[in-house]
């Protein structure tokens, strides 16, 4: 059974974070809710057109 690299974490009243499991650190911005299809992306093809949309569609607006 291999392990994702990319795993979400849960921030109380913030949202989430996506961790980088192999690099032990945050990978990109605060999501403003679970991103499920950003880290089957991630984990997966990894195609860069798609990911960009991805992360602006799930990014937390900043204050």
Known sequence: MSRVRFVTKA????????????????W???CKE???????ELNGAKRSPQLVTLINENRKPRN
Do not use: C, H, M, Q
């Open 11 to 26: 921030i109380p009243s913030d949202g989430g974070r996506v961790w980088n499991r192999k690099t032990e650190r945050w």
């Open 28 to 30: 990109g911005e605060l």
């Open 34 to 40: 679970y991103p499920a299809t950003l880290l089957a």
